[in-house]
């Protein structure tokens, strides 16, 4: 069992910064891929970075230049940088995890209860 934590998350305005930590427990931390997903009010969640064991890397195109997906195997964390935010990226963030996947996470096995982020002048 793997229990994921995220933090990170709060109001910022647009144009600013935040970063996502996804803290994970558990000893095979690194042989997961992990992935941030998330969902806006009235729509479906979706995947918007994954990154493998190996450090792999997808990001979906809105977020591409703008979010870094880093992974610290030492400390079972994962990070979300996100710069340049805009009111679009208003959602609750979620944490995902999935052994032995790839940076899609086709199929996480699980996930974290969520953060919120607010994008907003």
């Known amino acids: 069992q793997v229990q994921l934590v995220e933090s990170g998350g709060g109001l910022v305005q647009p144009g600013g910064s935040l970063r996502l930590s996804c803290a994970a427990s558990?000893?095979?931390?690194?042989?997961?891929?992990m992935g941030w997903y998330r969902q806006a009010p009235g729509k479906q969640r979706e995947l918007i970075a994954g990154i493998t064991s190996a450090g792999s890397t997808y990001y979906t195109d809105s977020v591409k230049g703008r979010f870094t997906n880093s992974r610290d195997n030492a400390k079972n964390t994962v990070y979300l940088q996100m710069n340049s935010l805009k009111p679009e990226d208003t959602a609750v963030y979620y944490c995902?995890?999935?052994?032995?996947?790839?940076?899609?996470?086709?199929?996480?096995?699980?996930w974290g209860q969520g953060t919120q982020v607010t994008v907003s002048s």
């Open positions: 558990g000893s095979s931390f690194r042989f997961y891929a």
């Open positions: 995902a995890a999935e052994k032995y996947g790839s940076s899609l996470l086709v199929r996480p096995d699980y």
